[in-house]
């Protein structure tokens, strides 16, 4: 049998729905990953299984295929299919799908819409991450109906709880994506909890990139006689390169500041900090020099972070800032922004007056005034950071060229999950660390992890290297760097961060329902602003020559051609005037009297 599998070829040797068929198609996906080979003829058998394959490898496909198929396969056995779903004013869904973050529900609910593309009449979804009531996610889901439901485990217990949904009576398919991050977030109550709700009779999909002893606790409360699908590949992979950089910790931002204003980098970037003020101290630092980026906030609403994402891939901007290590390594009694500018009655008319507006404002700043002015950190407080936040996993970043650990992960495994944001599907990418002495043993050990597994799989060893900090190449532009440091103060962080709050805020809540009618206007929402623009000077956004070497001046260049070409077309067409002389008339012979 596995002999069969590995001969699969194409999508049409699954027996899959035409539909589906279609769908991949349309998607150009040509052929089938090794774990889809292997997952999706157990799934159409209705099999617990547990897949275990590296980020990129076309995990989350190979369990919604068979899901999408089943429900079709169901729909055309049943003609009370849809009605069932209700019963007493409480949903009973066909399948369910638990992921840890916010933003993972939004890419497999639209990964979902792109797989069913041609039974989208037949079949939806609905993820329960949107920051809206309970009683309002009880309309929707009466009203749509849908086939398969994504949600993180915390709000699914929420509804089971509010008797908004039922799962012993008709759940079908279960599904637990990145099962170890989900256990790593403290879900394990919440996933207990779900756990004793399902019927006896289902099928189990638990998915995870590493086999932890938690991933295997939750493989014996879950699955049954499960199918053990993984396949013997790394995030090692030949075509990314790794760099560590000996720095100073001082010394980062004249560093990154080298990188990005010289192109020895290539776009699109991503950069992980450790901390929320981190990131917008580089936010603010760049700026200065007139490089955009945006940070990818865990403070700002869930439709923000999505539409800032989405962007990024679109290559409406090339440097988005991250940080993970602040949400996954702190215990936080996290509140939603939303929810405390939450509009009293949901059901008002979508226009707001601006009274309601500067209300929500002045609550916003008050809150965030209190939570940046705490002084005891260990504290119990109600935090405005979304504790359903995640970036460095999971979430499929589009050609990403570079990924910078501007800050040092703390472990191997956050360190393995930021670099597989590049070098995905088949593409080249580099991943660069700062490398200071508080995190050179961390760093060494994670060289000798990567290097003992290029040597399992005889690959080439000089994928990842350590070099020195480049003095000579840094040391022109040292003042200037740090003559801009000196001008970005925590006042000024904090005031950022406010700053960018409040507009946010003001988008999400005021544009929120316009966007849902109008997709394409969000288009329009720009995340790269200058935050501080009174502290940008003109003279810092271009580099004098006299600090460039001769293959940088060129460089430098043909970089400054390519930014300013489209300037050149918009000249102003001014009149031509005639090369003859016009005498001056003379005002004492045309002056008339009345």
Not at 115 to 135: G, I, N, P, T
Not at 157 to 171: C, E, G, M, P, Q
Not at 419 to 427: H, K, P
Request: aromatic content about 8%; charged content about 30%.
């Amino acid at each position: 049998m596995n002999k069969k599998k590995n001969e699969i070829k194409s999508f049409q040797e699954f027996n899959l729905d035409d539909r589906l068929i279609s769908s991949c198609e349309r998607l150009n996906f040509e052929k089938p990953t090794k774990i889809q080979k292997k997952v999706i003829p157990i799934g159409l058998e209705g099999k617990d299984i547990l897949i275990q394959a590296p980020t990129g490898s076309g995990k989350t496909a190979s369990y919604l295929l068979p899901i999408i198929n089943q429900i079709l396969t169901y729909q055309k056995r049943n003609e009370n299919f849809q009605t069932s779903k209700i019963k007493e004013n409480i949903f009973h869904p066909f399948s369910v799908i638990l992921v840890p973050t916010r933003e993972l529900c939004e890419q497999v609910n639209k990964q979902i819409a792109e797989l069913s593309y041609y039974c989208r009449k037949v079949l939806s979804s609905l993820h329960l991450a949107a920051d809206v009531s309970l009683e309002t996610q009880r309309i929707r889901l009466i009203a749509q109906k849908p086939d398969i439901i994504i949600s993180t485990p915390n709000r699914l217990v929420a509804h089971l709880k509010a008797n908004i949904i039922d799962l012993k009576n008709s759940l079908k398919i279960l599904v637990i994506d990145e099962a170890d991050l989900v256990l790593s977030f403290g879900y394990s109550e919440d996933i207990r909890f779900i756990v004793d709700n399902i019927p006896n009779i289902c099928q189990n999909f638990l998915v995870s990139a590493t086999l932890t002893q938690d991933v295997e606790t939750l493989k014996q409360l879950l699955l049954h006689d499960p199918i053990i699908c993984s396949v013997n590949e790394t995030n090692i992979k030949s075509f990314m390169n790794q760099l560590g950089i000996k720095c100073e910790e001082k010394d980062k931002y004249l560093l990154i500041y080298v990188l990005i204003r010289l192109n020895q980098i290539q776009r699109k970037a991503l950069i992980f900090t450790n901390s929320i003020d981190h990131s917008f101290k580089l936010k603010l630092f760049l700026e200065r020099f007139s490089i955009s980026s945006v940070v990818l906030n865990p403070e700002l609403p869930q439709n923000s972070r999505t539409n800032i994402l989405e962007n990024f891939n679109k290559g409406s901007f090339e440097i988005l800032i991250a940080n993970d290590t602040e949400i996954s390594n702190k215990k936080i009694e996290a509140i939603n922004i939303d929810e405390e500018i939450k509009i009293k009655n949901e059901n008002e008319n979508e226009n707001e007056n601006e009274n309601e507006n500067e209300n929500s404002l002045s609550k916003i700043d008050t809150i965030y005034e209190n939570y940046l002015n705490l002084e005891n950190q260990n504290q119990k407080s109600k935090l405005n950071i979304d504790s359903e936040f995640g970036v460095s996993r999971g979430i499929d970043f589009k050609n990403v060229k570079t990924v910078i650990n501007f800050d040092f992960p703390l472990n191997i495994k956050d360190y393995i999950h930021r670099i597989g944001r590049t070098a995905r599907a088949g593409q080249r990418g580099t991943a660069i660390s700062f490398i200071t002495s508080k995190n050179e043993s961390l760093f060494f050990q994670i060289k000798n992890f990567f290097e003992s597994k290029i040597q399992q799989k005889k690959q080439s060893s000089n994928i990842f290297d350590l070099v020195p900090f480049p003095q000579e190449k840094v040391s022109p532009f040292k003042y200037r760097c740090e003559d801009v440091l000196k001008t970005i103060s925590k006042n000024s962080i904090k005031k950022a961060r406010l700053k960018e709050l409040q507009v946010e805020i003001i988008n999400s809540s005021k544009l929120k329902t316009h966007f849902e009618e109008h997709p394409n206007d969000l288009v329009a929402l720009k995340h790269d602003l200058h935050l501080q623009p009174q502290h940008i000077k003109p003279h810092l956004k271009n580099v004098p020559d006299y600090l460039l070497t001769g293959s940088e001046k060129e460089k430098s260049k043909i970089n400054s051609q390519n930014f300013h070409k489209n300037k050149k077309n918009k000249k102003f067409n001014f009149p031509k005037r005639n090369n003859k002389k016009i005498r001056k008339k003379d005002p004492l012979k045309t002056f008339r009297k009345n």
